[in-house]
């Protein structure tokens, strides 16, 4: 009977927020019609900027003077900063590091104290040398508006990179407001999103968004010379049908490990990771947002496996075929039915899987860095050369 409740629980929860998402996608659908507005393109974005900013210091490569701010959460100093380094002096603050641990409650302890470090922290270093651009990867769960137009006043550009809009652009709700980027996006100079269908979400909330996806660290994500000793692997957290999937492979004879959050092996650090995707013969991704069986999002290890110089399976979607050739450069599947098909042809064929394997590691190498990412991010805000 609990094993029941529970399964039920699950399934009522999932429902639930699937027909959030759709009345919050169709909400925003109804108000950019309602209101005659636009996604922007790249040339309207650089024009309304330009506005905002008459007079930019471009500058070389390597010369910009940057401010970051962001919580390092398990990625970020690892594929952020380095990349952010390639561009000039990054200043980097870390609102949670003076209270680790964290404790649960830390909204009701630290919240305001984050927000006033946040303004002194920034006021400081403009005070002592002016920046060119501020960085954020933060959402309204943190930071209050009134902080970040007290910040945005110190007319530095600004920009904030969110992950998974499709789920979290409202997100939980707390006295009315939105942990995600609904409230806050309006204050910033330029919203980067990963997610495709959330720009008409900033456009209504009166916000200038720009998509693209996440990126890879070719420094940190790269391939190691290792036998292949696993026929499939997955790294990442055990929700929604992954469990269930990775069960039906194992019924089907295939050697297939799960490592991370809820999985009986663990989790990996950073290097053991990297080394897994090598160590595998092919690397099964899931596109899907949690609970969902028609939505999909891309995801860091989209980018992250191919640049690590794994063969990646996962979910076909239309927004992933715009990054790599599916087929081609990475492989694809639609159902368990096909993927365990998917599986054994290429595991039954590993000159056609190298191939696809260096043509996707070949792909992400000349596009999908974290430094490609930063540089088109700063060539639309006219600060670099």
């Known amino acids: 009977m609990d094993d029941f409740l529970k ?29 005659g507005l636009q996604v922007p393109d790249e040339k309207e974005l650089r024009r309304e900027l330009n506005k905002r900013f008459p007079l930019p210091s471009a500058k070389a490569k390597g010369n910009l003077n940057i401010i970051a701010l962001y919580h390092h959460y398990n990625w970020e100093n690892f594929s952020l900063r380095p990349s952010l380094a390639k561009f000039g002096k ?9 209270y680790n641990p964290l404790p649960e409650n830390w909204h009701k302890q630290y919240r305001a104290a984050i927000n006033k470090d946040l303004i002194n922290q920034v006021n400081k270093w403009i005070t002592e040398e002016n920046a060119d651009v501020i960085f954020m990867y933060i959402a309204g769960e943190i930071v209050e508006p009134i902080t970040l137009q007290i910040i945005r006043n110190q007319g530095v550009p600004m920009i904030n990179l969110t992950l998974n ?43 200038l968004p720009y998509y693209q996806p996440e990126g ?26 992954r469990a269930d999937v990775i069960k039906a492979l194992q019924r089907q004879g295939i050697n297939v490990a799960a490592y991370g959050a809820g999985w009986p092996n663990g989790s990996l650090s950073t290097e053991d990771m990297i080394k897994m995707y090598s160590r595998s013969k092919i690397n099964l991704g899931f596109g899907g947002v949690a609970g969902l069986t028609d939505t999909f999002c891309l995801k860091g290890r989209d980018f992250e496996i191919p640049m690590s110089g794994g063969l990646y399976c996962t979910e076909d979607h239309p927004e992933l075929a715009r990054f790599f050739r599916p087929g081609e450069e990475i492989i ?7 993927l365990i098909i ?7 064929r590993p000159a056609e899987a190298e191939t696809i394997r260096k043509k996707g590691h070949e792909r992400a190498l000349r596009e999908h860095s974290w430094e490609a990412r930063f540089e088109k991010i700063f060539r639309i805000l006219g600060i670099l050369q």
Do not use: M
């Open 90 to 98: 990054v200043r980097h603050y870390d609102w949670f590091s003076p």
């Open 342 to 348: 998917k599986i054994r042809n290429y595991l039954d």
């Open 332 to 338: 694809t599947y639609r159902g368990t039915d096909d």
């Open 216 to 241: 890879a660290n070719p420094e940190i994500h790269k391939p190691y010379d290792l036998e292949k000793t696993i026929d499939v692997s997955f790294v990442g957290q055990c929700y929604g049908n």
């Open 7 to 35: 399964k039920y629980r699950n399934q009522y929860r999932i429902w639930k927020n699937n027909r959030r998402l759709r009345h919050e996608d169709e909400f925003y659908q109804q108000q950019l019609t309602r209101l």
């Open 165 to 207: 809009d499709k789920e979290h652009f409202v997100g939980r709700r707390k006295n009315g407001r939105a942990w995600g980027a609904r409230d806050i996006c309006r204050y910033f100079d330029l919203c980067w999103t990963s997610t495709e269908d959330a720009l008409k979400k900033y456009v209504v909330e009166g916000a």
